[in-house]
Every structure is written in structure tokens, then in C-alpha cells.
């Protein structure tokens, strides 16, 4: 079964850091693009950040530059979005997904994980 598993979600404080990751099963993840989205209640998901699967190229939303970034780990089949300097307005549900070719847009996007809560707050 090709599954897609995020982790590494938690309740931080403003300043702090978390380590995502997101591991996959069933297939590599050589192949693929993977991007990391976030969906904040009450708002549209959107996308933070990308690695492309051929020359590791990466794509940052504009909100999220300088404090995230993104890395991939073949051997152990796995894409990590480290993330820094958090913010209140980073609170979100973060998914990553695999694509062939990495996009700020959900379309193109093939299997997706079921999400890790981010919360950031005092």
C-alpha cells in the first residue's frame, strides 16, 4: 500500500523550531518532487516549500523564506521541512505530497499524507 506518514507536529512557542517529517511506504521517494503544504482553520491550503527529485532544486512560499528548509534523505526514504523562527501564523495542518515536478499548487499532486498539527502559541 503506497502511503505517505507525517510527523513530527507539536504545540511550540513563538520563536521556536520543529523538525517535519514526512516518510513514505510502499514506494520511493526518489522519483518524485515532494512538496509540503498547510491548511490554517478558516483558510485555503497552501503551499510552503518543494524539493524536486532530480538536482534537489527547492521552491519556498514567500511567508515562510529564510526560516524553513526543506531537505530529503533518499536512504532512508524520507523529506524533512525543518522550520524555525515559528510564528502564531504558521499554526496549521501540515501535509507533504508527491508530484513529478515541484508547484506552489496542489494540482499535480498524487498521494498525500493525513497531516501533522502544527501549533504555535504562548
Known amino acids: 500500500q503506497l502511503q505517505l506518514v507525517e510527523s513530527g507536529g507539536g504545540l511550540v512557542q513563538p520563536g521556536g523550531s520543529l523538525r517535519l517529517s514526512c516518510a513514505a511506504s510502499?514506494?520511493?521517494?526518489?522519483?518524485?518532487?515532494i512538496g509540503w503544504f498547510r491548511q490554517a482553520p478558516g483558510k485555503e491550503r497552501e503551499g510552503v516549500s518543494c524539493i524536486s527529485s532530480s538536482d534537489g532544486s527547492t521552491y519556498y512560499a514567500d511567508s515562510v523564506k529564510g526560516r524553513f528548509t526543506i531537505s530529503r534523505d533518499n536512504a532512508k526514504n524520507t523529506v524533512y521541512l525543518q522550520m524555525n523562527s515559528l510564528k502564531p501564523e504558521d499554526t496549521a495542518v501540515y501535509y507533504c505530497?508527491?508530484?513529478?515536478?515541484?508547484?506552489?499548487?496542489?494540482?499535480?499532486?498524487?498521494?498525500w499524507g493525513q497531516g501533522t498539527q502544527v501549533t504555535v502559541s504562548s
Open positions: 510502499g514506494f520511493t521517494l526518489d522519483y518524485y518532487a
Open positions: 505530497a508527491t508530484s513529478y515536478v515541484c508547484s506552489p499548487y496542489e494540482y499535480g499532486y498524487d498521494y
